[in-house]
């Protein structure tokens, strides 16, 4: 989603304002511009497509200044033109906003009724020309944004400069995130920590209804009633902005190889060394008195809860319901006594996430929330957080911080089985011994990467693929069909083996791969017969298996690939490495864009 960053500095902004909506470009863009201030006059620069084409046209068409804005766009409103790029501006004021206005139409014909005429097909616009009109009525530059923040209604994190003022930033934020960046002497604004790591690690960030003016040397927050608030400044880790490729060609390839280590990190979190016993302080949830879980979250986070619903019903014996964030509270399901509601999202700022979370409030016992960065959205409103220790998770697919999430909803599934003593602890102490030895088992499976660069060679001729599990092996299929089609741009769906001779088969043939994710445990029998019905149609099919399983298919596959043997519970960990190798290999295949694929944005903060 858009990216936002200010800077009130001492040097020139715009090369301060590039660099650092580089950083932001993972969040997904398709324009990007800059506005700064200069001996008083405002001016901007804007660019369709890629950072590069805005960096070659401030070569030719310099910004200086020391006070400026910048925006990375993912289009909403309004195709991806240089018209519509951000910063949006009135005669005196520079506007960029992460988010979608809602009641933009409303203002629009209202300003429209007064001779305004605007430029774009925006919903951000009217921001900038409502400040416009405040400003010409005599308000002070603050005073007329916080009169059109009051007006507007929708998601939003905004940043506003103004013609005239090289020391002022005013910012607001209700729902995207927005945080302050403390300087010597400078002040900064960002949508996150990341963007703004090179230049201070002291930040503070805006609670929703926050609004704030910015100075080089002061920052005056208001909260959504108009009182003075007092918010922390932060030391952010280093480790938590850290963003380079390490030497790999992708952020993805990169991460995709530090599952063992992340996995370790959860471990050691989580598992008291030497102890068989799971520690997650702060829970405070005795699991023998819940009745219910809910369970909701988007794409990948939404394939890991789906993933733990089979575990918390077989192994902790709690009924669970489970929807995607984007339908949940648009059912109105009902939350009663004795429900536990857990959400999970590795940005911690999905709009559809949150709003599902919000739901529950005042209606579940609890709300646990299960994200990638302790200061998002989503950990702020849950009674309890466990987090993911993945690190910045930089490629737009999903890899890392979806393993991190099995594995600890897998210790949050354990921990419930031991309240709820449908499993010994013998058996726990079972499943925890095989989590530990599981790095080193993923690091055979990453060993593995050449094979599946060959199959993914011929995968990437595919015009459709199929993905089949059962049992967990039935998200996992879900989770291999659109890490491939998210970043391959090939057709891909995930499947429940049984389910194939109801529709699916239809679609086989001799040109569609079919990749049958089944280790060789209680159910794989029965997904052998799948296979089989697969084969017997010419389908060209790919199985992910142990030796033995490999070994039972007999026959007819077209390629294997073969996992180590692994504890059955732990299998979809596990297998998430193949399912993420061959998606990889087959987008740089295709030569696609991996880290930034078209049309995605790593962080879905608008509905
Ligand atoms: C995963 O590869 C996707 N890019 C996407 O489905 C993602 O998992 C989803 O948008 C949820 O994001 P979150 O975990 O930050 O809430």
New binding site residues.
């Given amino acids: 989603m858009c990216g936002i960053i200010g800077v009130l500095g001492d040097h020139e902004a715009a090369p301060v304002l590039v660099e650092a909506l580089k950083r932001l470009e993972y969040r997904g863009y398709d324009s990007a511009g800059i506005a700064t201030v200069n001996h008083g006059v405002l001016d901007r620069r804007r660019a369709v497509g890629k950072l590069v084409n805005l960096s070659d046209k401030l070569v030719h068409e310099p910004l200086a200044g020391k006070a400026g804005i910048g925006h990375t766009r993912w289009a909403t409103h309004g195709a991806p033109t240089e018209g519509n790029a951000h910063p949006h501006r009135g005669r005196t004021v520079a506007v960029v906003h992460n988010g979608i206005i809602e009641n933009y139409r409303d203002l629009k014909d209202e300003l429209k009724g007064q001779g305004v005429t605007f430029e774009t097909e925006t919903d951000t616009e009217i921001v900038a020309l409502l400040t416009q009109r405040y400003m010409d009525e005599g308000l002070s530059p603050v005073d007329a944004a916080y009169r059109t923040i009051d007006r507007l209604s929708g998601a939003f994190a905004l940043a506003f400069l103004f013609d005239g003022e090289e020391d002022l930033i005013v910012i607001a934020r209700m729902g995207p995130p927005l945080a302050i960046g403390h300087g010597d002497g400078e002040m900064y604004v960002g949508s996150d920590a990341v963007a703004l790591a090179p230049l201070t690690d002291r930040i503070t960030y805006l609670e929703d209804g926050d609004r704030a003016v910015v100075t080089r040397t002061s920052v005056e927050i208001r909260d959504a009633n108009g009182d003075l608030a007092n918010r922390e400044i932060r030391l952010v880790r280093a480790e938590a902005t850290r963003v380079d490729k390490a030497g790999y060609r992708h952020f993805m390839a990169k991460e995709i190889d530090e599952q063992p280590t992340v996995i370790s990190e959860v471990i050691n979190a989580y598992v008291p060394a030497g102890a068989d016993a799971i520690e997650m302080p702060g829970i405070d949830v005795d699991f023998a008195k819940v009745d219910r879980l809910v369970m909701s ?7 890991a809860c789906l993933t733990a619903k089979y575990w918390f019903e077989k192994l902790a014996r709690i009924p669970v319901e489970i929807d995607v ?1 984007s339908e949940f509270r648009y059912r109105e399901p009902p939350v009663v006594d004795g429900t536990v509601a857990l959400f ?7 709009a559809d ?1 949150l709003a599902a979370l919000r739901y529950c409030e005042g209606k579940a016992d609890r709300i646990l929330g299960i ?2 960065v302790p200061e998002s959205s ?1 950990a702020r409103e849950s009674s309890a957080v466990l987090e993911l220790h993945a690190g910045p998770e930089i ?5 890392k ?2 393993t991190a ?1 099995l594995t600890v909803l897998l210790l949050l599934a354990l921990k419930a089985a031991g309240d709820r003593g449908t499993l010994s602890a013998d058996q726990i102490a079972d499943r925890l011994a095989a989590l530990r030895g599981l790095p080193a088992v993923m690091n055979t499976a990453l060993d593995l990467g050449e094979t599946v660069e060959r199959i993914a060679m011929a995968v990437s001729e595919a015009r459709d693929v199929l993905f089949l599990g059962r049992g967990t092996m039935y998200p996992l299929a879900m ?1 291999g069909a ?2 491939l089609k ?2 391959s741009y090939i057709h891909a769906e995930g499947y429940a083996s049984g389910e194939l001779k109801h529709g699916p088969i239809a679609l086989i043939d001799t040109n569609v791969p079919v990749v049958v994710l089944a280790p060789d445990d209680d159910l794989f029998d029965k997904t052998m017969s799948n296979l089989q019905e697969v084969i017997a149609r010419g389908g060209k099919v790919i199985l992910i298996s142990d030796e033995r399983g490999i070994g039972r298919a007999g026959d007819g596959l077209w390629h294997a690939i073969p996992m180590p043997k692994v504890h059955a519970d732990l299998a979809p960990i596990l297998y998430a490495v193949p399912a993420q190798q061959l998606a990889y290999h087959t987008a740089v295949a295709k030569g696609t864009d991996v880290d930034q694929p078209r049309n ?5 903060t608008v509905e």
């Avoid at 979250?297 to 394939?303: D, E, I, L, R």
């Avoid at 999970?344 to 999905?350: A, L, Y």
Wanted: net charge negative.
């Fill in positions: 979250a988007c794409g990948t986070a939404f394939n964030a999970v999202s590795q940005s911690g700022e999905t996430t994200v990638n989503i490629g737009v697919a999903s890899t911080a979806f999430q989770e659109l890490k998210e970043i995605l944005a790593k962080s879905v």
